[in-house]
């Protein structure tokens, strides 16, 4: 089992950046896939980023590519996510979470999930 926090939501303005980390509990954060999801009130979630066991494989959503950045640091048992130039149609409330498979499906189901993180992006 692992649990999650997120951190370092907050006010942004477009086009400016901010970096959210979630930070896991436990020994074996390297055996799960970790990914960020966001909703906005009103919106079903929406699949943002996921980063495979060390890294290797990443997936992005169609809205955020080439803009936001996903990476791990498994010696600190921490997921990223990198927004930069966020719009303020990014403005949501954004969840880190996990699954723990050995195959590679990013938009799976995930079974543990932070309380999340509120970003707003001011235009």
């Known amino acids: 089992q692992v649990q999650l926090v997120e951190s370092g939501g907050g006010l942004v303005q477009a086009g400016g950046s901010l970096r959210l980390s979630c930070a896991a509990s436990?020994?074996?954060?390297?055996?799960?896939?970790m990914a960020w999801f966001r909703q906005a009130p009103g919106n079903e979630r929406e699949f943002v980023s996921a980063?495979?066991?060390?890294?290797?494989?990443?997936d992005y959503g169609d809205s955020v590519k080439g803009r936001f950045t996903i990476s791990r640091d498994n010696a600190k048992n921490t997921v990223y996510l990198q927004m930069n130039n966020p719009k303020p149609e990014d403005t949501a409330v954004y969840y880190c979470a996990a699954q723990l498979r050995t195959d590679w499906v990013p938009r799976g189901e995930y079974k543990y999930w932070g309380q999340g993180t509120q970003v707003t992006v001011s235009s």
């Open positions: 436990g020994r074996t954060f390297r055996s799960y896939i």
């Open positions: 980063i495979s066991w060390g890294g290797g494989r990443i």
